[in-house]
């Protein structure tokens, strides 16, 4: 008892600070608990829809109205998802979608990288009053040029094809341009100059050096158009009018009309599943360059 006490009272010993230290240790165990518990109720509420829609797709039209309601079908009629491919032109609409997808995201892609670089990096007159023209452009809705785009487009002979909803994002997405232009303010020109140095054009500096350092940054917002472009049904429903010329949304949107009436429930629920694979799997193949770019912002932040 003697020695302990001695201890408890030896010079150094700070039992207020060692107290404080173990006050903060469990506040901050405790803070840990309480946001981890938010997050994951959080996390549930966001998922609870998605695992509905499954859940939905795999019940007989009976089940869909069932009380209680139940998240585990008994049956799962997994002949919904063979029965989808039959009562509409779903895979000519996953087709086209993904011509449309593809083409205006990758070429997009390319050409707002390059753009972006330019106005970020290039010497060129009244670069800063294009810029801002460009931005200006962000503010005008889609309504707005809605008419006058489609005449043009109608005089060309474009209408009920793919074509009016590719070309305008070829040349590339505004919010990607100003996203990646101020992602490259912070690479040093000093790179640049010396590659010029070495004989290196533009083209060359940007597919070598530009590009791979930006490559976390164009991943998230490649991500973000391609679930735009996806998930698009103003401008499919305005030029497409022939089925087979159709995207994904407009054929799951013809469901949602012909069989509501019929409550199958269960086929448009398969059907919209469906329509979420692709960009799950764009997610997965460039989740981790979006975590790298999340990295690097809070990084340079």
Do not use: C, H
Not at 14 to 41: E, K, P
Not at 79 to 104: D, F, K, M, Q
């Amino acid at each position: 008892m003697t020695t302990q006490t001695q201890l408890l009272t030896a010079p150094g010993v700070d039992l207020a600070g060692s107290s404080q230290v173990g006050m903060r240790s469990r506040r901050y165990r405790l803070t840990n608990v309480i946001v981890t518990i938010l997050l994951s109720i959080g996390g549930i509420v966001m998922i609870a829809p998605l695992l509905w829609t499954f859940s939905t797709s795999l019940k007989t039209r009976e089940a869909v109205f069932a009380l209680p309601p139940q998240w585990i079908p008994d049956p799962m009629e997994w002949g919904n998802y063979l029965r989808v491919w039959e009562a509409g032109p779903l895979a000519t609409g996953i087709l086209n979608s993904v011509i449309v997808s593809a083409s205006v995201t990758v070429i997009g892609t390319i050409t707002s990288s390059i753009a972006a670089f330019a106005f970020a990096k290039m010497r060129l007159p009244f670069k800063d009053v294009l810029f801002l023209v460009l931005l200006a452009a962000i503010m005008i809705p889609f309504p707005t040029i809605m008419i006058p785009q489609f005449k043009m487009f109608g005089d060309a002979g474009l209408v009920d094809t793919l074509w009016p909803l590719i070309l305008p994002g070829l040349f590339g997405n505004i919010v990607m341009i100003f996203f990646l232009k101020q992602y490259l303010d912070s690479v040093p020109d000093s790179i640049i100059e010396a590659a010029k140095l070495d004989g290196a054009g533009y083209l060359r500096i940007f597919f070598s050096l530009i590009f791979p350092a930006i490559r976390p940054a164009i991943a998230a917002q490649f991500i973000l158009w391609f679930m735009a472009v996806w998930n698009d049904y103003l401008a499919p429903i305005i030029y497409l009018n022939s089925p087979e010329k159709q995207t994904l949304q407009l054929v799951i949107a013809s469901f949602n009309a012909t069989y509501a009436s019929q409550t199958d429930y269960p086929l448009i629920m398969a059907a919209s599943f469906i329509a979420l694979i692709p960009v799950l799997v764009v997610f997965v193949v460039f989740q981790r360059q979006i975590i790298e770019s999340v990295a690097l912002t809070g990084a340079k932040g």
